[in-house]
């Protein structure tokens, strides 16, 4: 299993329309893919501008299919990344999972 973190600074005044180009991406893109096993997003209450991305995939190749969808290329490669000052790709291995 891969899995993909992203904290993501937000421009100023942009977190309502980051919201909007998620919520309208999981459905489309996430959740019909059969590789991604989860695709979360969290928000800080105490951190303005600022999402957190946790993405797991089935593999490398899950990933790839993922991030060279055309919903992606669409909302995320496209209108999300207008709004983002800044992110970082963090990959992580599962050690322990409850």
């Given at each position: 299993m891969l899995a993909k973190v992203f904290p993501i600074k937000l421009k100023s005044g942009m977190q309502a329309e980051a919201e909007a180009v998620v919520l309208d991406f999981a459905p489309k893109g996430p959740a019909?893919?059969?590789g991604t096993l989860s695709f979360r997003v969290y928000r800080d209450p105490a951190n303005p501008d600022y999402l957190l991305f946790v993405e797991h995939f089935a593999d490398q190749a899950a990933?790839?299919?993922?991030?060279?969808?055309e919903v992606y290329r669409e909302?995320?490669?496209?209108?999300?990344?207008?709004?983002?000052?800044?992110?970082?790709?963090?990959?992580?291995e599962l050690l322990v999972s409850h």
């Open positions: 019909l893919e059969d990933y790839d299919a993922h991030t060279g969808s909302l995320i490669a496209g209108r999300f990344a207008d709004l983002i000052v800044e992110f970082v790709e963090l990959d992580h």
